[in-house]
């Protein structure tokens, strides 16, 4: 084997044990919440020259690939029997647990040194963090609490996103509002996340909320935290200092609550397909926010 071999190998190694393919919706949340914080174009002019930013961003990507290596450090014997996950670097033994864990501290030291110099709120670090830690690590391990799993989960997403707003600026009750909407979002994306891996996560012994509770309860649950995101997002653009376009955004809401409501839950292979697609529109509403946003900068400026 030749040295460039090794190293290719390697990283890839790297890149499955951070899983790099399930980053986008955490990035777009955290360039949300910069995008929000940026309240005139002067602040976001002079933020990208200002290499706190660039820090800022790094610290972030090594916590969330912190997150991930972490999880499959400890999550070996269900992802062993998942047709995809079993291909994981630790999972398949391509890398040693013991070198997967000295990665995973090496992410989280990075990451926590980039993001405590260049965050406005430490608490915000610290409370991501413990939350990403407590979900796979034995004892604590919420992945396997019931109701707390889904918490997690969702406090992950509406924290990346105060994450990236408390750099250009303090958290104010706006941030916390949207990051509140965000947060019951990727609680609903992650019910659809275990239902689609219900059967591997049952044989495995894993029993998260979804197991306890049942496919069909647990997508009932999905549609009701759904129609409470709705109104809450929509009383909230109405009373709070809110450009009301922002109403608009509830428009991608109708065709999750159709695709959710069609889903066939004794599918495996149909809520596979839930999850894409709920992912996808999860995509295109962050995407259209963070226009939105900049959008109004621009607005407002002229």
């Known amino acids: 084997m030749t040295i460039l071999t090794y190293v290719l190998n390697a990283l890839k190694n790297i890149i499955g044990l951070v ?3 399930a980053w986008p919706s955490f990035i777009i949340c955290f360039l949300g919440g910069l995008s929000f914080s940026g309240n005139s174009l002067f602040t976001l002019i002079q933020s990208l020259l200002n290499s706190r930013l660039y820090i800022s961003i790094v610290g972030f990507i090594l916590l969330l690939a912190y997150t991930f290596a972490l999880n499959q450090c400890f999550d070996i014997k269900e992802d062993s ?3 995809e996950k079993k291909q994981f670097p630790v999972t398949s033994g391509r890398m040693s647990l013991s070198r997967a864990i000295m990665w995973t501290i090496l992410l989280l030291v990075g990451g926590s040194i980039a993001m405590f110099f260049t965050s406005t ?3 915000t670090v610290l409370l991501y963090i413990f939350i990403w830690t407590a979900y796979s690590v034995p004892k604590l391990r919420f992945k396997e609490r019931m109701g707390l799993d889904l918490v997690s989960n969702g406090a992950g997403g509406g924290l990346s996103f105060l994450l990236g707003a408390s750099i250009l600026s303090s958290i104010g009750m706006s941030s916390i509002f949207i990051a509140s909407v965000i947060a019951l ?4 994306g992650y019910i659809f996340h275990s239902c689609a891996d219900y059967e591997n ?3 495995a012994n894993v029993k998260t909320t979804c197991v306890r509770i049942g496919k069909k309860k647990s997508l009932l649950l999905a549609v009701t935290i ?3 995101m709705t109104i809450f997002y929509s009383t909230g653009i109405i009373l709070l200092p809110f450009p009301k376009h922002y109403l608009a955004l509830a428009i991608f809401l109708a065709p999750l609550l159709l695709i959710v409501m069609r889903a066939d839950v004794n599918s ?3 809520l596979e397909k839930l999850q894409k697609r709920v992912i996808h529109v999860g995509y295109a509403t962050g995407i259209t926010a963070i226009i939105v946003s900049l959008l109004f900068i621009l607005f407002n400026v002229s």
């Open 19 to 21: 899983r790099v393919r």
């Open 201 to 203: 996560d049952k044989l």
């Open 185 to 188: 979002m990727y609680g609903t």
């Open 81 to 83: 029997l998942h047709e």
């Open 226 to 228: 759904l129609a409470i």
């Open 268 to 270: 495996t292979t149909a």
């Open 121 to 123: 709120s430490p608490t």
